[in-house]
């Protein structure tokens, strides 16, 4: 099954074949900010409107983290069962990654070692997967850049795109995903692509022959299979990338 949200406040499952089999509408009628399903297969969302990550258990939603003078953005749910969460400040000058255990706060990573803020200071949601080595991996639009830290909050690496001819506008990454070789996925809407990294942040490829436009939303399934949403046309493409 595959969850999608947009810019409605209508979150909604589809088959495999892309039938729609359920719709769920978040509690505060806004739209989500992210979505993700957790070990039982409960769906939670993050409400910036509510300062909340809701989770929707057999149709009820209920709040499971609540916030003060921060919104939630992205939402990962780890392979050791956590949240991670990604948020920026009412003031919109400060942004910070949230490890949960159920509603309870474990970590959280916002500077580096000279204490300088790892992530940019604005309102863009912060994008966030894990790797395979629980590396802690954020698209930071506002940043350009995919910033990643190890499971401590240390800084590993950051990438700022790649050079090239025809991919001439400005890195700003969207989603980011992994995949079972953890290599890094990470959406280039302004160029029309994806591009592949290795886990230590080398480049590797594009995906640029899908003719793909704005690809915003990304994940991975167990068969690496890419699924991959184009923000303007509303739609979910399904992707065999190996080689």
């Known amino acids: 099954m595959i969850w999608t949200g947009g810019e409605t406040n209508d979150i909604k499952c589809f088959n495999i074949k892309g039938s729609l089999f359920q719709t769920i509408k978040t509690k505060s009628r806004h739209w989500p900010n992210d979505i993700a399903v957790d070990i039982n297969r409960d769906l939670l969302y993050a409400d910036g409107t509510t300062r909340t990550v809701n989770k929707v258990k057999n149709g009820q939603i209920e709040d499971l983290i609540?916030?003060?003078?921060?919104?939630?953005?992205?939402?990962?749910?780890?392979?050791?069962?956590?949240?991670?969460?990604?948020?920026?400040?009412?003031?919109?000058?400060?942004?910070?990654?949230?490890?949960?255990?159920?509603?309870?706060?474990?970590?959280?990573?916002?500077?580096?070692?000279?204490?300088?803020?790892?992530y940019s200071g604005n309102d863009y949601t912060k994008y966030i997967t894990e790797n395979r080595n629980h590396d802690i991996c954020v698209a930071d639009w506002g940043a350009g850049a995919v910033?990643?830290?190890?499971?401590?909050?240390?800084?590993?690496?950051?990438?700022?795109?790649?050079?090239?001819?025809?991919?001439?506008?400005?890195?700003?990454?969207?989603?980011?995903?992994?995949?079972?070789?953890?290599?890094?996925?990470?959406?280039?809407?302004?160029?029309?692509?994806?591009?592949?990294?290795?886990?230590?942040?080398?480049?590797?490829?594009?995906?640029d022959n899908c003719g793909l436009e704005c690809p915003i939303g990304l994940c991975v399934d167990k068969n690496d299979n890419l699924f991959v949403c184009e923000v303007y046309k509303g739609n979910v493409k399904k992707i065999k990338y190996l080689k």
């Open 66 to 118: 609540t916030l003060q003078g921060w919104k939630p953005g992205s939402l990962c749910v780890t392979s050791t069962s956590d949240l991670l969460v990604t948020m920026f400040s009412d003031d919109e000058t400060q942004s910070k990654v949230v490890r949960y255990s159920g509603s309870t706060e474990k970590q959280t990573i916002q500077f580096d070692d000279e204490d300088k803020p790892l």
């Open 147 to 207: 910033v990643v830290v190890n499971q401590d909050g240390k800084l590993r690496w950051r990438y700022t795109g790649h050079p090239s001819v025809t991919k001439n506008k400005t890195f700003k990454p969207w989603d980011i995903t992994t995949d079972s070789q953890s290599r890094i996925l990470t959406a280039d809407g302004e160029n029309h692509c994806i591009h592949i990294l290795d886990q230590n942040g080398q480049f590797l490829r594009y995906i």
